[in-house]
């Protein structure tokens, strides 16, 4: 894939600049928002064309929203990436009751695999907000599915893959960057066109996590 130029991804990056600012608003508008803001951020960096990131409402009264990524027609939530395989998003967010009625994340999980399936996945993240700040595993950590080459330094019958690495916040930006700096996913746009827009709101993600 040949990315386009710099000044054809302009009016998505305003967008994107405009989604982010409704998302951290708060109020009942800010879930559209990160809706919208979800889905411009994959489609400028390593989402397949026809990849779709919905929001949903668990029921009518409720402050709770579910956040799932994919065009399967499954129903299943991995969404198709550029480089042919998938990336599995699941999330659940929830407005606070402090003053603005902030977005927040209640939980989050990002999953890099090989196919549509769970069991090729290649590396994972999680979040949960409801887990106390000193607990074991942390609230966000990082899975590797894989086997160490040194013997004797897990736990015995323990897989590489059930090791919690500590990653504080598994924010979505972090995510784009794993999979296209270090796992080379095409990218739709120029790279100083995606890594200018991840910069700019990476660190203003952090507010949707630990209050």
């Known amino acids: 894939m040949t990315p386009s130029s ?8 305003a967008s994107l600049r405009k989604a982010s600012d409704g998302r951290l608003a708060g109020g009942r508008e800010a879930p559209a928002h990160f809706e919208r803001y979800v889905n411009l951020l994959f489609r400028l960096t390593v989402a397949h064309k026809d990849s779709a990131i919905r929001l949903s409402r668990l029921a009518a009264s409720s402050t709770v929203w579910a956040l799932t990524g994919g065009h399967d027609l499954g129903g299943r939530p991995a969404i198709r990436l550029t480089d042919g ?14 003053p603005g009625r902030q977005l927040r994340f209640q939980a989050l999980t990002w999953q890099y695999q ?26 966000g950590h990082l899975h590797v599915c894989g086997t ?7 736990r015995p019958k323990q897989p590489l893959g059930r090791v919690h690495f500590p990653c504080h916040r598994p924010t979505l930006e972090a995510a784009v960057v794993l999979l296209a700096d270090e796992f080379g996913v095409p990218t739709n746009a120029p790279h100083e066109v995606w890594r200018a827009a991840v910069a700019e709101h990476e660190a203003r993600s952090a507010r949707l996590f630990d209050s």
């Open 114 to 139: 090989n196919a549509i399936d769970d069991d090729s996945w290649v590396f994972r993240a999680d979040y949960s907000r409801a887990r106390s700040a000193a607990a074991s595993p942390p609230r």
């Open 6 to 13: 710099r000044s054809s991804w302009a009016s998505t990056v």
């Open 148 to 154: 160490l080459r040194q013997p004797g330094v897990l």
């Open 85 to 98: 395989r998938y990336l599995r998003l699941v999330a659940l967010l929830e407005l606070d009751v402090g």
